[in-house]
């Protein structure tokens, strides 16, 4: 379907934007085009740093994996929290 290399892994991205009082967290929802174990994943970023695994979501489509992203960062400070 795309002309990439072997291992590739090519993906469309939505970027989000989460306003809270400790601060501003951007999230990153990748619908992967190529082969992948993953269709979509969400990755909560600050500035240019990814999160841990523990806090990206994934799903079967781009909104399930920003809500199961959303889930995982719910109740946890955003830079003390998921960037510490």
Known sequence: M?????????????TYELYRS??????KVQEVLTESVYKFRAIPCLQLVESPEQYQGTGGTGEEALNDCLVKIKHVRLVEGVFA
């Open 2 to 14: 795309y002309d990439v290399n072997a291992g590739d892994v090519l993906c469309r991205v939505d």
């Open 22 to 27: 400790d601060g501003t967290l951007t999230i």
